[in-house]
Nanobody, 123 residues
């Protein structure tokens, strides 16, 4: 059983920064590709970023490339550092885990999901 708990969301002005965290309750964290997705009101859930099991490879959506950074540590945590935030980044952000395999950007390929944390960027 894998549990994912996100934290760090909130209200921030455009141009500001936030750091999201995701705590994973899992026996072998290194078995999982970790991803971040987001869902804005009235829109489908979309890929934001993902990091490989060993943390050596990272992927980003074009919309966040150069502004967001994903990382993970050996304490079963994964982070999303978000800089230069824009109003269009407003969404609920979800942490997701994919057992084994490579980084992918499709929601259906992830096995476990957190409940999400709200990020609101005011313009």
């Amino acid at each position: 059983q894998v549990q994912l708990v996100e934290s760090g969301g909130g209200l921030v002005q455009a141009g500001g920064s936030l750091r999201l965290s995701c705590a994973a309750s899992v026996r072998t964290f290194s078995n999982y590709v970790m991803g971040w997705f987001r869902q804005a009101p009235g829109k489908e859930r979309e890929f934001v970023s993902a990091i490989s099991r060993a943390g050596l490879n990272r992927n980003y959506a074009d919309s966040v490339q150069g502004r967001f950074t994903v990382s993970r540590d050996n304490a079963n945590m994964v982070y999303l550092q978000m800089n230069s935030l824009k109003s269009e980044d407003t969404a609920v952000y979800y942490c997701a885990a994919r057992r084994n395999g490579i980084i992918v950007a499709t929601t259906s390929d992830y096995d476990y999901w957190g409940q999400g944390t709200q990020v609101t960027v005011s313009s």
